[in-house]
């Protein structure tokens, strides 16, 4: 059973820090692409930082330069770095894995098939 558990979430003041990270159990994540999502209240659910499976990266205009995606092969978890952190950065982040995700849409939510539970943050001004 394919299981992904999202942390790492919390409160802070803008301009701080937080590290998201995505632990999966069920599947390799360096053989899918992944991609870590927000959805911020009464708004749709929008690609924050993703890879593709041959390393293709999208940032979306918003957090280039602040947020950064990673992975530790070792322990199947991926990361995300969220620098100098905005009150528009608070949502709730998803962490998710597509199976058949090509390059070109790793931007979409709907292109993934496994999802985390998501964890909030929250930014204060």
């Known amino acids: 059973e394919v299981q992904l558990q999202a942390s790492g979430g919390g409160s802070v003041q803008a301009g701080g820090s937080l590290r998201l990270s995505c632990a999966a159990s069920g599947l390799i994540f360096k053989d899918y692409a992944i991609g870590w999502f927000r959805q911020a209240p009464g708004k749709d659910r929008e690609g924050v930082s993703c890879?593709?499976?041959?390393?293709?990266?999208y940032y979306a205009d918003s957090v280039k330069g602040r947020f950064t995606i990673s992975s530790d092969n070792a322990k199947n978890t991926k990361y995300l770095q969220m620098n100098s952190l905005k009150p528009e950065d608070t949502g709730v982040y998803y962490c998710?894995?597509?199976?058949?995700?090509?390059?070109?849409?790793?931007?979409?939510?709907?292109?993934?098939?496994?999802w985390g539970q998501g964890t909030q943050v929250t930014v204060s001004s």
């Open positions: 890879i593709s499976s041959d390393g293709s990266t």
């Open positions: 998710a894995a597509g199976v058949r995700t090509i390059t070109t849409m790793i931007r979409v939510p709907s292109s993934y098939d496994y």
